[in-house]
């Protein structure tokens, strides 16, 4: 039998691809199947990245593979020149579920990216406003606009000054890092109260058209936050007519435990982006507003060519049933809970475990040096090789990748979870300086 030739397809991406093109680990996949990675030598990874998010379902869950094999036989694409039935039924399936009210309306795009740009120019438009308050650590996607609100790590702004003017940035609640203090209410509202020194010394509330917030923060370190956060800054929207972005690009459709993470805090935001688990990996995202804000744009005024493709929408039509009727929110919330638990007590063993934090299936380990908390990013590149050469696949996050975030598919078992377990707790504790 001839073997594959290893590293080959390693050599030409590294040949033909940008840099900026960056592979986290040196796998040479060949296929998923549930909550596994296949390489090409037969290796199986269980994957806790779940690509960034979007195999939420697990990879090529059938009835999603079923759904996109049928409408590719059907439909593959008609921009808006036509009505289809997928775009039109998944709109009305993802507007069942969406923690919005005021009779929502919905746009659909192809990124996370282009959603929130989607939202800057909703928002503006709107309120007739032209400024934006994000948050610092917040990741909102890379391109132009949406970087202008992106602040989880300098190398995504270097050299791409200058960014969309009128974005000003206040703390986000980061309770193990908090200037505020540990406890997460104190912390909570010394943001709250630097959100209203913006107003008070910088923009002044009646020119600030929406507020840009992860109910979970994602790329920045898997924070989340102290619900009274998120619950004052639905207040002092109210108070100044701004309005309320969730982004649940990333937390969203049960990965937190709820169907969007916003719902833990009981507020309804405006605008609502999403993206990633929509359609288990397909390319498909979209705004949602409420009403009255949605009609301000005019027929045309923003769309993209592939927006609401017919493959992803099946795609996603088949994703929410799954998470329905598979119960994977409950799932979230269970097997999330179980690990937090587990990691937890692996934290009373290393110290260098700082933090274990997490919301359902979104669960991030920060690894500090020392007492002072001194990040350590390289412990946590160890504790990834480790864990991949035992056949687990891990993303880090955090400003400085000091932080391993844990975002397996929710379909994740008890046994899988206790797997994880196992292997994690080798992992660091083969971890040397
Ligand atoms: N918003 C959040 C919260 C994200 O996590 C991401 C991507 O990781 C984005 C926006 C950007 O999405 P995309 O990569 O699809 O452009």
């Known amino acids: 039998m001839r073997l594959p030739d290893m590293g080959a397809w390693r050599k030409l991406a590294e040949r033909y691809f940008a840099p900026a093109w960056k592979v986290d680990h040196p796998v040479e996949v060949e296929c998923g199947e549930g909550v596994h990675l296949v390489d090409r030598q037969g290796n199986r990874y269980v994957d806790f990245t779940s690509g960034y998010g979007p195999t939420l379902t697990g990879h090529c869950h059938p009835r999603v593979v079923k759904a996109i094999r049928h409408q590719a036989g059907r439909l593959i694409h008609t921009a808006t020149t036509v009505y289809n039935e997928p775009v039109v039924r998944a709109a009305e399936a993802v507007l069942a579920v969406a923690s919005i009210g005021g009779d929502p309306m919905i746009h659909f795009m192809n990124s996370g990216a282009e959603a929130v740009e989607a939202a800057m120019k909703l928002s503006r438009l709107a309120t007739g406003r032209p400024a934006f308050i994000a948050f610092r650590g917040a990741f909102h996607g890379r391109t132009l606009g949406a970087l202008s609100l992106t602040t989880s790590k300098g190398l995504y702004r270097d050299c791409c000054e200058p960014l969309v003017p009128g974005v000003y940035f206040a703390p986000y609640p980061y309770p193990f890092r908090s200037p505020f203090g540990q ?204 864990c991949r050469a035992r056949g687990v696949l891990l993303a880090a996050c955090g400003p400085r990748s000091q932080v391993v975030r844990l975002l397996p598919p929710l379909i994740l078992t008890r046994e899988q979870a206790e797997y994880f377990l196992e292997i994690f707790a080798d992992a660091v504790a083969s971890v040397t300086r």
């Open 183 to 386: 406890d997460p209410e104190a912390c909570a509202q010394g943001c709250l109260a630097e959100v209203e020194l913006l107003f008070e010394h910088i923009v002044p509330p009646r020119q600030v058209a929406a507020m840009f917030v992860e109910p979970v923060l994602g790329e920045g370190g898997y924070v989340p936050p102290p619900i009274s956060f998120l619950q004052g800054l639905r207040r002092l929207c109210d108070a100044h007519d701004i309005l309320l972005v969730a982004d649940e690009v990333q937390s969203g459709f049960g990965r937190s435990g709820r169907w969007f993470a916003i719902e833990h805090a009981g507020v309804e935001p405006d605008i609502m982006v999403i993206a990633k688990a929509l359609a288990s990996g397909m390319p498909l995202s979209a705004l949602i507003a409420r009403r009255e804000i949605a009609q301000k744009w005019s027929p045309g005024a923003h769309g993209t060519t592939y927006g609401g493709n017919p493959i992803a929408c099946a795609a996603a039509l088949a994703t929410l049933d799954i998470i329905r009727e598979e119960g994977l929110v409950e799932n979230a919330v269970e097997q999330g809970a179980f690990l937090l638990s587990e990691l937890r007590a692996l934290q009373q063993e290393y110290p260098m475990m700082g933090d274990v934090r997490g919301r359902g299936l979104m669960i991030g380990i920060e690894f500090v040096q020392d007492e002072q908390k001194t990040p350590w990013p390289e412990a946590v590149q160890q504790v990834v090789a480790e």
